[in-house]
């Protein structure tokens, strides 16, 4: 059951997102998609008791590939894809927790909340740059071979 | 000679309009600089620098007579991703040599002047619901469901009004998270919402600067330092605003 209210609600908020961006119309339902594998794939690593950075490194390396699926399929832009998909992942909440602890003065979990807030920000950006190195090699990988060949 | 100039002249007018529209919707560095190179290697300006930060863009072209540089600054930045795919789009026409210099300058003030694709009131509606569906990905109750959807809506409405008001980014997001804030408290208060800090994590969510935070740390990987460090900044001001509207609350109540 809760498994079916996350798939049903990460793909809304995903492409509710990508209106608040106004993005392209057609892309809304491809937007979606993206969201809802990364979150899922969130989820259920996250229940299974992953670590926190891992799983979101892995989530994140997921949209990453996703987006860059669609970006070709579809002549678009790779960055509307992949914002929608990361936007589940921002550590909102861990943030707003470390600012709650930051009011109430209670420092030592304050910081320790905001350096697992940074670690989360710094693996999403892991994972989005490691797909992007990957989708590089691959294409220079395809070029060289176009070079040989012309030779 | 002159014609030469003039037609330098034009390939750098529409490489900056499309870089300005691009970079005001909230593309990519590297992408901005890529589609200004392209489109003037297609209109056969095969040597161009361009230069772009968040706050303006330098363009410099090389030919025959002398190297030809300008500069424009960009003010007002938002996001609007389909610009970014239409200015995408035409370059690739450009690309593809569809069309002459004026048609493509034509093209890209047509995208410029267009509004929005959505209406405000969808805006509002995707937020409220956004911030719904958030409530429940973050392992709230469905009670909880309709209070986050009214935060998030008002609290979203409240940000476009208040920036509206005050072009500071800083005090319209500060306002909207304060009121974001009070009116959780309200829900709970009054026993038609469960959990504060759901409802907050929640409605919070559509102010929260995910884009620029993707956007900062792939142009600090791209090399372009000064652009990531600059989004990095914004990015950090806007969630620090947020946390200082939430936490007034918490100091008071």
């Known amino acids: ?10 793909f809304i908020a995903s ?3 990508v209106i608040i961006f106004n993005g392209p119309k057609r892309s809304l339902f491809h937007c979606g998609l993206v969201g809802m594998i990364g979150w899922i794939f969130y989820f259920l690593l996250e229940t299974n008791g992953v670590d926190m950075v891992l799983a979101t490194v892995i989530a994140s390396f997921t949209i990453a590939i996703a987006s860059q699926y669609f970006a ?6 790779v960055i509307i894809y992949s914002v929608a998909g990361i936007i589940p992942l921002v550590p909102g909440g861990i943030a707003y927790n470390a ?3 930051f009011v109430e003065n209670d420092y030592n979990l304050a910081i320790n909340l905001a350096a697992k807030a940074f670690m989360i920000s710094g693996s999403i950006a892991i994972g989005l740059v490691f797909s992007e190195v990957i989708n590089q090699i691959i294409r220079k990988s395809k070029l060289k071979t176009i070079v040989n060949k012309t030779h | 000679m002159e014609m030469e100039k003039q037609e330098t002249y034009d390939i750098m007018a529409v490489c900056l ?3 300005k529209i691009m970079l005001q919707s909230g593309a990519e560095t590297y992408r901005v600089e890529d589609t200004m190179m392209r489109i003037a290697s297609s209109f056969g300006a095969y040597q161009s620098h361009p230069y772009v930060t968040p706050t303006g863009i330098l363009f410099s072209v090389e030919g025959n007579e002398p190297t030809k540089t300008k500069l424009i600054r960009i003010v007002e930045r938002t996001t609007d991703l389909e610009k970014v795919a239409q200015v995408n789009g035409i370059s690739r026409r450009i690309s593809a040599g569809e069309f002459t ?8 003030k047509k995208i410029g002047e267009s509004g929005s694709p959505y209406s405000l009131w969808i805006h509002v509606l995707a937020a409220a619901v956004s911030s719904g569906c958030f409530l429940i990905m973050f392992q709230g109750e469905w009670r909880d469901f309709f209070p986050a959807f009214i935060t998030g809506g008002l609290g979203f409405l409240s940000l476009l009004y208040f920036h509206q008001l005050v072009p500071i980014k800083f005090f319209s997001e500060f ?3 304060l009121l974001i804030g009070l009116q959780a408290l309200f829900f709970v208060s009054t026993g038609i919402g469960g959990e504060l800090d759901k409802i907050i994590i929640g409605s919070v969510m559509p102010l929260v600067p ?3 935070i993707t956007n900062a740390v792939r142009d600090l990987m791209a090399g372009h330092l000064i652009s990531g460090l600059a989004k990095g900044a914004d990015a950090f001001l806007t969630a620090f605003a947020i946390g200082a509207g939430i936490a007034v609350i918490f100091s008071f109540f």
């Open chain 2, 175 to 177: 306002s909207a998270s």
């Open chain 1, 72 to 77: 070709k399929k579809y002549k678009t832009p």
């Open chain 1, 15 to 17: 492409a509710a997102f």
């Open chain 2, 101 to 108: 210099i004026e048609q493509a300058y034509k093209e890209l």
């Open chain 2, 210 to 212: 995910g884009l620029l």
């Open chain 1, 1 to 10: 059951m809760t498994i079916v209210e996350q798939i049903i609600t990460s």
């Open chain 2, 17 to 19: 309009l499309a870089g």
């Open chain 1, 99 to 101: 600012m709650r602890s």
